[in-house]
C-alpha cells in the first residue's frame, strides 16, 4: 500500500549509523575520561560492546524507529532514538548493578551516555540536512500526477505538498468533470490529457483517485502506466467511507480488508510479551508478594473482619470472565459486586483508603498475570456489570477486549485512572485502549511501565509526608523499594 513501503536502504542505513554512533561515542568518552580507547580494562571493553550494541539493536528493532517510508518524516525519528538512549541507558545500569563483572565508575558510565546522547542527535540531524540538500538539488524527486480531483485526490495532493521527505515533486491533478470536483482542484486537463502530458514531462507515479464505477478507465490507465514504467498507485474507493487506518491482508490472492492493525495478533509479538509477564510476574511474587501478603494480612486482619484478599469476576481477553484477585480494602457489604469504589466511600477501611490511592490493592493480581488471565500492561478489566452497560452505549467498546487486560495500561498513564462513572471519561479510555491494541510494540510497553513506577513513586513520597505515623511508615518504605527497583 501506498505510504507503507518503506526504504531498506534508508532501513541499513539507520541501523549502521546508530550503531556507528554509539561505539564512537563510547570511543570519544573514554578518551575524555581515561585518555585511552577504552574506560573498562582490555579483557571487559569486548563483552560490553557487544552487549550495549545487541541492546540497542533489539529496543531498536521492536519499536517502529527504523520504519521510515515516504509518509513519515524523517525528523520524527529524531525523538525516538533519544527516547530508546533512555531506555538503553536504563536497562544497562540495571545490568551493571545486578552483574557485577565490570570495573567501572558512575562519572565514566554518566559520560558516555552524554556522549551517546549528543552523538545519536547529530547522527540524525545530518542525516536530515542531507536528505534536505538531496531533495532540493532535486536528487531522488519523482513527478506525480493526481488521476481525479475529489476529495480524496485533494487530499493525497495536500499530503504530497506539504513534506518534503515524500521526495515528490506535484506536477498536477487531471479529472474529466472538474466542476463536480467537491474540493475545487486545480484541473490540469482530462483523463486523456493525462496521457500525452506523462510522455512529454517524465511522470514517474500516476495516484489514481478515481470511483470504483470508472473500472474501465482505471483499467485503461493501469495498462498505459505499465507501458510506460509509470508506477500506478490506486487509492481504494472504500476511503470514501472508512478513514481510519486499515491493514490489507491476503488469504490466497484474495485481498481482504482488516479494520485495524493489531501488532499482538503476531506470534513473535504475543511470545515477546507473554515471556516479559512471566519473568516480572515471577519477580515480583517471589521477592516482593512472599512478604507483602504476609504483612497486608496481618495489618488487614488487624482492622476488620473478613478475608484478606477480595476477588471478582471480570471481564478478560475474548470478552471471557476470570476471577481477578486484590487486597480487601472494604468492610464486608452486599454491594461490593455492584456498586464501584467511590471518592470518601464510608465502606472503606482507613487501610484499605491508602491501599487504593496507590492501587497497591492490585498487586495480586500479578498472580493472574502469572497464571495467563491478565498482563503486566493492558486495559484495565472492568466489572461484568460495566462491560454489559458501557458496550451499549460506546461504540467499539469491546474492541479493548482484544487483548489480555493489564495491571496498568496506556488509559492510566495518561489520567484515565480509577472509578469511571461518566461515560464521557469512559469514551476517553476506551480511545486509548484501542489506540495501545493498534500501536503496540515492545517500547510502548516499557515506556508505560517506567511511567507508571515513576507516577506511583511520587505519590508514595507525597502519602509518606501524611502525619498518620502508620500510613507515612508504609509508604515511605515502599517509596524505598520502588527506587531500588
Not at 70 to 80: E, S, T
Not at 227 to 245: E, L, Q, V
Request: with cysteine.
Amino acid at each position: 500500500m501506498a505510504g507503507n513501503h518503506y526504504s531498506n536502504k534508508v532501513k541499513i542505513i539507520l541501523q549502521a549509523g546508530d550503531l556507528l554512533f554509539l561505539n564512537l561515542a563510547f570511543i570519544v568518552s573514554s578518551y575524555i575520561t581515561t585518555q585511552s580507547l577504552s574506560f573498562l580494562p582490555k579483557d571487559q571493553t569486548f563483552t560490553f560492546l557487544i552487549m550495549i550494541n545487541f541492546i540497542w539493536y533489539v529496543l531498536a528493532s521492536y519499536s517502529d524507529m527504523y520504519n521510515i517510508g515516504i509518509f513519515i518524516r524523517i525528523d520524527r525519528n529524531i525523538y525516538k532514538a533519544l527516547f530508546i538512549t533512555t531506555l538503553h541507558y536504563a536497562i544497562v545500569a540495571l545490568v551493571l548493578y545486578l552483574i557485577d563483572i565490570f570495573k567501572y565508575t558512575t562519572h565514566t558510565i554518566f559520560i558516555f551516555y552524554v556522549t551517546v546522547y549528543y552523538s545519536i542527535f547529530a547522527g540524525k540531524i545530518l542525516l536530515l540536512l542531507s536528505l534536505k540538500y538531496l531533495r532540493r538539488h532535486k536528487y531522488y524527486i519523482r513527478n506525480v500526477v493526481i488521476l481525479g480531483g475529489g476529495k480524496i485526490g485533494d487530499e493525497i495532493k495536500s499530503l504530497i505538498a506539504s513534506d518534503y521527505s515524500f521526495g515528490y515533486r506535484y506536477l498536477g491533478t487531471f479529472d474529466d468533470t472538474p466542476s463536480s470536483c467537491q474540493f475545487k482542484s486545480a484541473v490540469t486537463g482530462s483523463i486523456n490529457d493525462f496521457k500525452t502530458f506523462a510522455l512529454e514531462n517524465k511522470v514517474d507515479v500516476a495516484f489514481i483517485a478515481l470511483p470504483e464505477n470508472a473500472y474501465s478507465q482505471i483499467s485503461e490507465l493501469m495498462q498505459f502506466c505499465d507501458a510506460n514504467t509509470i508506477r500506478a498507485k490506486i487509492i481504494p474507493d472504500f476511503m470514501r467511507y472508512i478513514r481510519s487506518r486499515i491493514k490489507l491482508d491476503y488469504y490466497g490472492s484474495i485481498p481482504i480488508i482488516l479494520l485495524r492493525e493489531e501488532p499482538l495478533e503476531s506470534y513473535r509479538n504475543r511470545f515477546l510479551k507473554r515471556s516479559f509477564d512471566i519473568l516480572f510476574s515471577l519477580f515480583v511474587i517471589v521477592f516482593i508478594l512472599s512478604w507483602l501478603i504476609p504483612l497486608m494480612g496481618l495489618l488487614i486482619k488487624m482492622e476488620s473482619k473478613g478475608p484478606i484478599f477480595f476477588t471478582q469476576l471480570r471481564t478478560g481477553r475474548n470478552n471471557k470472565e476470570f476471577t481477578l484477585l486484590k487486597f480487601r480494602i472494604m468492610h464486608e457489604n452486599v454491594e461490593a459486586d455492584n456498586m464501584q469504589t467511590r471518592e470518601n466511600d464510608p465502606r472503606l477501611t482507613r487501610l484499605g483508603g491508602f491501599l487504593r490511592k496507590m492501587n497497591i490493592d492490585e498487586m495480586p493480581q500479578f498472580i493472574n498475570v502469572l497464571l495467563g488471565q491478565m498482563s503486566v500492561i493492558g486495559p484495565r478489566p472492568h466489572m461484568l456489570q460495566e462491560t454489559e452497560k458501557y458496550s451499549k452505549i460506546i461504540d467499539n467498546y469491546l474492541v479493548r477486549h482484544f487483548v489480555k487486560p493489564g495491571i496498568t495500561g496506556w488509559a492510566q498513564v495518561n489520567g484515565f485512572h480509577g472509578d469511571v462513572l461518566c461515560p464521557k471519561v469512559m469514551r476517553g479510555r476506551v480511545k486509548c485502549d484501542i489506540y495501545y491494541i493498534e500501536n503496540w510494540s515492545v517500547l510502548m510497553d516499557m515506556h508505560i511501565f517506567f511511567k507508571t513506577i515513576y507516577l506511583k513513586n511520587k505519590g508514595l513520597l507525597e502519602i509518606s509526608k501524611l502525619k498518620d505515623p502508620v500510613i507515612g511508615l508504609i509508604s515511605g518504605s515502599l517509596s524505598k523499594i520502588v527506587n531500588k527497583l
